[in-house]
Structures are given as C-alpha cells and as structure tokens.
C-alpha cells in the first residue's frame, strides 16, 4: 500500500551548511510516528519542508501519491496537511470557540463568512469535547494555560479535517497530567489521522509512541520501534556525546534516555 506521506532523498541547504542531507521517510495512513533526535538534526527543518515553509534544495515531498513538492504553504493546508509549533499560535482576544470556529471557515465561502453566526456549531462542539476544552468554549484563549492552549490548537488542526497532523514538541512546558492528557489525545487523533511528533521527552515517547524514527546531523540514523530505537548503540552514542543521561536499562535490551 502506498504510504500516505514518502519523502524522498530530501537535501536541504543553506549557504555552507547542510541541514538535511538525503532523508528518505514514509508514513502510513493513521500512523502515530514519532521523530527525535539532538538539536541541529533536521527535525523542524524536515517539518518545514513538508508544510512549504522551506524548499528543498534536492529530493521529493508524496503526499497521497501527489508531488507537493515546493507549493506554497495555504494550498499545502488545503491539501490536507496541518501543524502545530512549539510555542501555541492562538487568538488571544478571540473565545475559544471562536478560535476553533475561524480555523473551520478556511473550507467556507465568501458568503457564509460573512453571516453572523450564532451560538457554537456541532462541528465546532465536537472538536471542543474532543480535545477537553467543551466546557471552555467561552472563556478567552488569552487566559488558557500553556497546555490548554496547545489542546486548543491541536482542535485548531482538526477543524480543518487534515490527513496529517505534524506536531513540533507538543508536550514541551507541560505538566506530568497535561502530558498524560496529550498522549491520550494523540493515541486517540492517529484513529483517524496520521500523526508525525517532534519530540524531546523520552519519557512521553516511551509511553505512547509506537514508530520513531531517528534523526542525526540530518539523516536518518534509524528506525523502528521503541524498544528497537533505544537499544541501537548509534542512538545511544549520539545522546550519550550530547551529555544527554543514560539511566539503567528499563527492560531487556532497552536503555533509558532522558
């Protein structure tokens, strides 16, 4: 089966420095994949690339069998593919609703945005009760915590009806319960749609991802499962050479890295 999202031979450059050299990756439909590795390994910068924020300097973007390679990021959106980053971009003087309800109009015509629009659609109540923000529905995003307002714009996503989700250190900031909450979100969201995590809190991956894929000095160093992935003495090395601690062994042939 043809995966969803296949990035091929991606290089990209700038000026001396090369930031992603030959990354090849695919994801399939409904995937919870998880991408790590030091800072400086090409993670956001491979992110970038998907979403038309960055173009390549080499290599091809699939997504759905369809060369998107090097479009502009609104007809990448449309397309079907959506994002988070690291810090929660929401409308702070806008309800959350509305914030939801605004991130929906993108598919709606001239005439239907210019309507007045009463009460909180069903569509907008679903999204809302989704990512546990129902009961918040009128109280300004502005005032949301560092958590709420990444679950806010995760409903942000999912009101658009993406195919791909990508989410750049969804749980950085958060505490041990909203951390908790986003793995539950994230394990239930990748029922429906695939889902690409950036990630830092090795904790959080060992817990709910269930594919990683490693990258270092941009390339893949290697991938797999959990277990797989924090038992490969490359991974291992990397982290190790980034004064990033090495606990013992968690289960037989795994190693625990934080």
């Not at 050299?21 to 439909?29: H, I, K, Q, R, T």
């Not at 979403?51 to 449309?78: M, N, Q, W």
């Not at 160093?221 to 090395?237: C, F, S």
Request: aromatic letters at 4%.
């Amino acid at each position: 089966m043809e995966p969803l999202l296949r990035l091929s031979e991606i290089k990209v450059v700038f000026g001396s420095f090369t930031a992603v050299d030959g990354v090849d990756l695919s994801v399939a439909e409904r995937e919870l994949r998880f991408l790590i590795g030091p800072n400086g390994a090409g993670k956001t910068t491979l992110i970038d690339v998907i979403t038309g924020r960055t173009r390549p300097s080499g290599g091809r973007v699939l997504f759905g069998g369809v060369d998107i390679t090097g479009r502009r990021e609104h007809a990448i959106v449309r397309a079907g593919i959506g994002r988070t980053f690291q810090t929660a971009t929401v409308f702070e003087r806008l309800s959350v609703a509305d914030n939801v309800d605004l991130a929906a109009s993108y598919r709606m015509g001239p005439l239907r945005l210019l309507r007045r629009r009463r009460g909180i659609s069903d569509a907008v109540a679903a999204v809302l009760e989704r990512v546990g923000l129902l009961r918040l529905a009128d109280r300004g995003a502005g005032v949301l915590s560092h958590g709420q307002r990444q679950w806010l714009e995760i409903g942000m996503l999912l009101a658009q009806q993406p195919r791909l989700l990508l989410l750049d250190e969804p749980v950085a900031g958060m505490s041990a319960a909203e951390r908790e909450r986003t793995g539950e979100l994230l394990t239930e969201i990748s029922a429906d749609h695939t889902v690409v995590v950036v990630e830092h809190d090795m904790e959080f991956l060992r817990r709910y991802a269930r594919d990683v894929t490693v990258l270092h000095e941009g390339r893949v160093l290697t991938e797999g499962t959990v277990a797989r992935v924090q038992a490969d003495p490359r991974v291992q090395e990397v982290y190790l050479g980034r004064d990033v601690r090495v606990a013992e062994p968690v289960a037989a042939g795994a190693v625990e890295v934080e």
